[in-house]
């Protein structure tokens, strides 16, 4: 029998424990080997996140003064809740970008106002179900001669259309058919700031979709429409396509997408964004403009402070009282309500103000009124409805409001949303269906136009504010009327 020293021995044993050690090894990684490999869905929930890819801009995503908002961001957060993940957003610097950065940076999809007509879309690019219809439209400034009606029109001008679109390849596909029609393909910039180019006169014409020009055309009342150009064309999500392999994401986004549009989300969410802004009277808008540089700056120290006190947005408090009374301290109407925020007697009374023509305590009473309003609507109804709820009180009365709310429950609708409430409200000036209410006829339609016309100026307001304070980031600037800040007990 041979003798170890006391090193080999030693060695003897380090061998052992490593031979023992990879043969533990290999036992633990048989099973992981013989896993198969996740597909996209599985790795999404596994990371704990949904990597969005989008554009900066109203339509798509920005981080306003409150957080993010913008309709991409918000129905791709949906989507993350509904698979039980976070949201990443990455932004894109350029339209044209967006596929191949979804093929070869690790995207999971995106969302920027997307469509299989894109001129950039790239092999290996699957696309999802339709979740909103829009026109594409020729945008031009008034100030730069007649409206044109026809392609012929544009002769004298260059049309602009954004690199890797659908309009891209529309506007190139009609100007082989039209003589003179000069197009410029943008690579630069995105379409808000097309838009604005057009509106100071450095771009003759634009093409951009109907949702887009609705959002932005708002701001600048030079700018008109001047025709629809092709079919209507649904904007969908894009993703790195697997099929037929791997269906999991493209199977999880039709799910998602049929389970909010049998809720009813899907509509909401379009009406929260776009509603308000798709019938603007320019007219009214050039006043309005008028008035926020002659009068407002002398009441809206009063707005600010009543709005502290009252734990309002100073903001919504101002375009109530434009609405009202387009800030005229001394307006009266022929029922008798008076004053800047057009104050009933006995709401004065019930208010404790004196004297409805002081512009103080109109605000001040207004205020009050408004919270008051605002404390009886259910505290389980969320914003904004539950602020389009209380406007269209403030406007046609409780009793009225509640019974809009009856027919909308009596039709299948929900009482707790804004966008089914005011379907019904217009049915309270039909003997049909005031007979069949506590409170009777009512003008309804009024309240409808009223809570629209205040969301118009109150994102209009918020848009000029933080323009001042903002001005190197005109993103920051976007109105998100869908966040109006009210105080907590509300």
């Known amino acids: 029998m041979v003798e170890l020293s006391d090193k080999a021995h030693k060695l003897h044993i380090a061998a052992g424990v490593l031979a023992a050690l990879l043969v533990f090894a290999a036992l633990v990684a048989m ?80 969302a920027a106002g997307l469509s299989p007509e894109d001129t950039a879309v790239s092999e290996g690019i699957g696309f999802g179900p339709a979740y909103h219809t829009v026109q594409p439209q020729l945008l031009y400034r008034k100030a730069e001669g007649k409206r044109p009606k026809k392609l012929e029109d544009l002769a004298s001008g260059v049309v602009e259309v954004l690199a890797g679109s659908s309009h891209q390849a529309l506007i190139e596909r009609l100007a082989k058919k039209t003589n003179g029609l000069s197009v410029h393909v943008n690579r630069e910039v995105g379409v808000e700031e097309m838009i604005e180019l057009v509106d100071q006169g450095l771009i003759d014409y634009v093409v951009a979709d109907s949702h887009e020009i609705a959002l932005q055309r708002r701001f600048f009342p030079e700018l008109r429409v001047g025709f629809d150009l092709g079919d209507a064309r649904t904007l969908r999500w894009a993703y790195k396509s697997s099929e037929p392999t791997d269906p ?12 909010i549009q049998e809720k009813g989300r899907l509509d909401q969410l379009v009406h929260r964004h776009f509603s308000h802004v798709e019938d603007f009277n320019y007219s009214d808008l050039q006043t309005f403009s008028l008035h926020v540089r002659e009068r407002l700056p002398q009441y809206r120290p009063m707005f600010e402070k009543v709005a502290e006190e009252e734990g309002l947005d100073w903001r919504l408090l101002a375009a109530i009282g434009y609405q009202e009374s387009l800030w005229n301290p001394k307006a009266k109407s022929p029922t008798g309500v008076r004053g800047l925020m057009m104050l009933t007697q006995n709401t004065a009374k019930m208010m ?11 605000i001040s009473g207004g205020a009050r009124y408004f919270k ?65 209410t506590k409170h009777g006829y009512a003008r309804g339609w009024e309240p ?38 009210l105080p907590p007990s509300f």
């Open 448 to 485: 409808v136009k009223y809570v629209a016309n205040i969301r118009k100026y109150y994102d209009l307001l918020v848009w000029l504010e933080q323009r001042e304070t903002n001005a190197d980031n005109p993103f920051e600037a976007l109105p998100d009327s869908d966040r109006i800040i």
């Open 352 to 362: 404790g103000i004196t004297d409805r023509l002081d512009p103080a305590q109109s």
């Open 248 to 259: 999991s994401l493209s199977g999880a986004m039709r799910a998602f997408f049929m389970a």
């Open 31 to 110: 099973p992981l080997l013989n896993q198969p490999e996740l597909n996209q869905l599985e790795t999404i929930q596994q990371r704990g996140s949904l990597k969005m890819l989008t554009l900066n801009g109203a339509s798509t995503y920005y981080q306003a003064a409150r957080g993010a908002n913008g309709f991409e961001y918000q129905l791709g957060r949906q989507f993350a809740e509904h698979l039980g993940v976070e949201l990443e957003v990455v932004t894109v610097d350029h339209f044209a970008d967006l596929y191949q950065e979804l093929l070869f940076n690790g995207g999971d999809f995106a």
């Open 372 to 436: 008051r309003v605002m404390k009886k609507i259910p505290e389980r109804i969320q914003q904004p409805d539950r602020s389009w709820l209380a406007l269209a009180s403030y406007n046609v009365g409780f009793g009225h409001l509640e019974d809009a709310r009856r027919i909308t429950q009596r039709n299948g609708g929900d009482p707790d949303r804004w966008i089914d409430v005011k379907e019904s409200l217009p049915l309270l000036s039909r003997k049909k269906w005031y007979e069949q």
